[in-house]
């Protein structure tokens, strides 16, 4: 008998080292999931490749690829685990890389006036989008994503303030589609009003970098009209980055106050310890990469591929959440706000340069 026990605990022993334990497979569950985000990032630089596509980048291709695979095919519930991290995780760890673009020192000594004059351009942009978007009864969390976009700089400035309001993962991949679409759209009537308008090259840079989107909107526009465009353009929009970090204390302190006013319902406003990472690489990439440490061209490139491609699949796991359904029910509105703000926005900095 006890040779008989001993060779079924044995049996039973082999057989629960065939099993895979329950914390493997969620590992692998949860690999799998990143590694999901990055595929479908993979995907959209491909299509970013194609005519037309090109225009619109490798990030928004992402996000329209991981749209579509929601509504054809659902959300891969197996994989939730990854995808939240790509959506959580990575998108702050890009948020932080982000502040490598962001020279301080230029700014300031350089850009002062350009600098004034971006505080009145995300002022107007931000008002007047929730303005419009309360007079249409629009979404008030997609609205205030896209003015925050609109006025700073996009994609970047939506996922850094969209923890800060609380504002769900679909509505803050909706907002980045929107921007994304409106950004490439602007710029390139931008490029055909360059050829029309009677604006110096200087003047041409200052009004692009001051109310175009995103970064890659500005460099679309502003390189047509040559160096001396493009390197003020990409000035007056540094200024609109720099202008991103008091931006989100501001908000914090709303949204503070408003939990505070709504204190029977437990809100609660955490610090976003991302941001401090994002200062902290703007400090590093202005005093300390160059002036102490010099660090070659392909090794920053490099960082700044891979700050694209984090940032990518992060957004590729706010697509996935995002229902058409919801979009035709939430978005239109916040659109239709967006798109007269910019237009108010282009015309107001195209008087003040």
Not at 50 to 78: E, H
Not at 121 to 133: G, N, P, Q, R, S
Not at 187 to 212: K, Q
Not at 277 to 294: D, K, N, Q
Request: charged share 10%.
């Amino acid at each position: 008998m006890g040779i008989l026990k001993d060779k079924g605990d044995e049996s039973r022993a082999m057989a629960e080292k065939a099993v895979p334990s329950p914390k493997n497979h969620s590992t692998g569950l949860w690999i799998g999931g990143i590694a999901f985000t990055f595929f479908i990032a993979f995907l959209g630089f491909l299509l970013a490749k194609v005519p037309g596509f090109s225009l619109v980048g490798q990030m928004a291709s992402a996000i329209m690829i991981a749209v579509a695979y929601r509504q054809l095919f659902g959300y891969p519930n197996a994989l939730k685990a990854g995808i939240n991290f790509s959506s959580k995780i990575l998108l702050r760890a890009a948020i932080v890389l982000y502040g490598l673009k962001l020279n301080i020192h230029t700014v300031l000594e350089d850009g002062l006036g350009l600098l004034v004059r971006d505080v009145g351009i995300i002022i107007v942009a931000i008002l007047l989008t929730m303005w419009l978007a309360k007079k249409m009864k629009a979404n008030p969390t997609i609205s205030l994503l896209l003015g925050v976009g609109t006025g700073v700089c996009g994609a970047a400035a939506i996922a850094a303030v969209a923890p800060i309001i609380n504002a769900e993962d679909d509505d803050t991949a909706i907002s980045v589609g929107i921007i994304a679409l409106m950004g490439t759209i602007f710029g390139i009537v931008y490029t055909i009003l360059r050829l029309i308008l009677p604006l110096t090259p200087a003047e041409y840079g200052a009004w692009t970098g001051m109310s175009l989107h995103e970064i890659a909107h500005v460099v679309l526009a502003g390189a047509p009209g040559g160096q001396e465009a493009l390197g003020i353009a990409l000035l007056a929009k540094l200024g609109r980055v720099f202008l991103l970090v008091p931006l989100c204390f501001i908000l914090m302190y709303w949204m503070k106050t408003k939990a505070g006013a709504k204190a029977a319902d437990g809100a609660k406003v955490g610090f976003p310890m991302f941001l401090l990472g994002f200062i902290a690489m703007s400090l590093i990439g202005t005093y300390v990469i160059g002036p102490v440490v010099v660090v070659p061209n392909s090794v920053m490139t490099a960082v700044e591929s891979g700050t694209t491609w984090l940032l990518t699949a992060a957004m590729v796991g706010l697509g996935l959440n995002v229902s058409l359904m919801d979009v035709r029910k939430k978005a239109l509105k916040p659109l239709i706000a967006m798109g007269i703000a910019s237009v108010v926005l282009s015309i107001m900095a195209f008087v003040l340069v």
